[in-house]
């Protein structure tokens, strides 16, 4: 009576894995996610490229750069639920084998036997097995400009999930983006908070969107001047808005008075003295500041007032220099 049901079991007994389907998303993307418990990143990767240029034994992290095999990178939403898949796939061969069971017993029934005994199965309905669906698309796309692997994700990504390596131009325009996001908190920030911690926090995302949007221009030259290599530069040249030009000049012949108007680089002179001032003098003024930026608005002893406008000012102005030398690199 119970042939099938024991034939099931028996199979399931040898089942040592289960293929679970998992889908891609509406633009072709898996769910990626960092197996790292300190990180748990998420991002996306394209289907074929998953299948065509990420490694079986070494997968990057975008964000923290965690390395481990393909295999690990399941999210942990994909493995929930397919231990569920799985478990519904067991059900659904021990449904269809003991109505199986079922329908023979009934079969093998005489209409005159004084007495029958059938076998009916009860519950258990037939379980729609779906692939463990993707989430929806991310908003950040980037293709890496050395493996040229497509990837998504949301916020920030530092390094290719399949060759691990850092674009100095992506992360130059991720920054940026940041600078921008973040310079323009202010009224929600006064809209949820109370006007001191507003003011308090206004205040500091704005100076650090100066020194970041240095930051993240002498990391874009450093890694393009290595590229194109340049003499031996020294540690942190291009914070110098001068010298890294002379850098630029006797490694490539071409200097920043070329690539940007000259009230534009007037204006780059003085937001790269802001930031040293930042920096280094907790934004108080000295003569110094005044000598080099020419910035008269200011007396000795007083501190910088940093505006949201500046900042988006500055962060367009880095911005052209950077793309400019780009190109012209190129």
Same mark, same amino acid.
């Given at each position: 009576m119970f042939k099938n049901l024991i034939s099931q079991l028996d199979e399931l007994s040898q089942t040592?894995?289960?293929?679970? &389907?998992?889908?891609? =998303?509406?633009?072709? +993307? +898996? =769910?990626?996610? @960092? &197996?790292?418990?300190?990180? #748990?990143?998420?991002?996306?990767? /394209?289907?074929?490229?998953?299948?065509?240029?990420?490694?079986d034994e070494e997968v990057f992290c975008p964000s923290c750069r965690h390395t481990a095999p393909a295999t690990d990178w399941f999210t942990r939403?994909?493995?929930?639920?397919?231990?569920? #898949?799985?478990?519904?796939?067991?059900?659904?061969?021990?449904?269809k084998a003991m109505r199986a069971d079922a329908a023979a017993s009934k079969r093998r029934q005489s209409r005159n036997s004084f007495l029958s005994l059938t076998l =009916?199965?009860?519950?258990?309905? /037939?379980?729609?097995?779906? &692939?463990?669906?993707?989430?929806? &698309?991310?908003?950040?796309?980037?293709? @890496?400009?050395? @493996? !040229? @692997?497509?990837y998504s994700y949301i916020g920030a990504a530092f390094f290719c999930p399949s060759c691990g390596k850092n674009s100095a131009s992506h992360t130059f325009r991720q920054t940026l983006t940041t600078v921008r996001t973040a310079a323009t908190l202010g009224e929600t920030l006064r809209a949820t908070l109370g006007p001191d911690e507003a003011n308090t926090m206004t205040h500091a995302l704005l100076e650090k969107g100066v020194q970041d949007t240095v930051m993240c221009f002498q990391r874009l030259c450093e890694q393009l001047y290595e590229t194109a290599g340049g003499p031996k530069a020294r540690r942190n040249a291009f914070q110098n808005l001068e010298a890294g030009s002379e850098l630029w000049m006797k490694?490539?012949?071409?200097? +920043?008075?070329?690539?940007?108007?000259?009230?534009?680089? !007037?204006?780059?002179?003085? +937001?790269?003295?802001?930031?040293?001032l930042l920096a280094h003098q907790q934004g108080i003024v000295d003569a110094d500041y005044i000598q080099r930026s020419g910035d008269t608005n200011y007396a000795i002893g007083q501190r910088l007032v940093i505006k949201s406008d500046a900042v988006l000012e500055f962060a367009g102005l880095v911005e052209l220099l950077g793309q400019s030398i780009i190109r012209k690199l190129k």
């Amino acid at each position: 009576m119970f042939k099938n049901l024991i034939s099931q079991l028996d199979e399931l007994s040898q089942t040592t894995q289960v293929s679970v &389907p998992v889908e891609a =998303d509406a633009e072709g +993307y +898996y =769910d990626r996610e @960092c &197996p790292d418990e300190k990180c #748990y990143f998420q991002f996306k990767i /394209h289907g074929d490229d998953w299948k065509e240029i990420v490694r079986d034994e070494e997968v990057f992290c975008p964000s923290c750069r965690h390395t481990a095999p393909a295999t690990d990178w399941f999210t942990r939403k994909q493995i929930e639920e397919a231990k569920a #898949y799985a478990l519904d796939q067991i059900k659904a061969g021990l449904n269809k084998a003991m109505r199986a069971d079922a329908a023979a017993s009934k079969r093998r029934q005489s209409r005159n036997s004084f007495l029958s005994l059938t076998l =009916d199965v009860r519950g258990f309905p /037939h379980a729609a097995l779906l &692939p463990v669906k993707a989430a929806e &698309p991310m908003r950040l796309r980037t293709t @890496c400009e050395t @493996c !040229e @692997c497509r990837y998504s994700y949301i916020g920030a990504a530092f390094f290719c999930p399949s060759c691990g390596k850092n674009s100095a131009s992506h992360t130059f325009r991720q920054t940026l983006t940041t600078v921008r996001t973040a310079a323009t908190l202010g009224e929600t920030l006064r809209a949820t908070l109370g006007p001191d911690e507003a003011n308090t926090m206004t205040h500091a995302l704005l100076e650090k969107g100066v020194q970041d949007t240095v930051m993240c221009f002498q990391r874009l030259c450093e890694q393009l001047y290595e590229t194109a290599g340049g003499p031996k530069a020294r540690r942190n040249a291009f914070q110098n808005l001068e010298a890294g030009s002379e850098l630029w000049m006797k490694a490539k012949g071409f200097d +920043y008075a070329q690539l940007v108007e000259p009230g534009q680089l !007037e204006k780059l002179a003085l +937001y790269f003295q802001q930031r040293h001032l930042l920096a280094h003098q907790q934004g108080i003024v000295d003569a110094d500041y005044i000598q080099r930026s020419g910035d008269t608005n200011y007396a000795i002893g007083q501190r910088l007032v940093i505006k949201s406008d500046a900042v988006l000012e500055f962060a367009g102005l880095v911005e052209l220099l950077g793309q400019s030398i780009i190109r012209k690199l190129k």
